[in-house]
């Protein structure tokens, strides 16, 4: 059943969209994408996953990662 979920399929998708980087990116990619499968599997129900995740915590993570904040 979790397989065939949609929360699941769509964060393995974009959970392996930023492991993939890791090869490159180690450090931040690595970071991110480990974040975002624990975040995607673990923490977080479908309607705070997409309502809240991507506005808020990618917006500061990565503003942060890159200094901008």
Sequence with gaps: ?????????????AAGFFFLPGFFLPGFFLAAGFLFFLATFFFLPRFFFEAFF???FFLVFFRVAIGTN
């Design 54 to 56: 991507f506005e808020t």
């Design 1 to 13: 059943m979790l397989a065939t979920s949609p929360t699941f399929t769509r964060g393995f998708l």
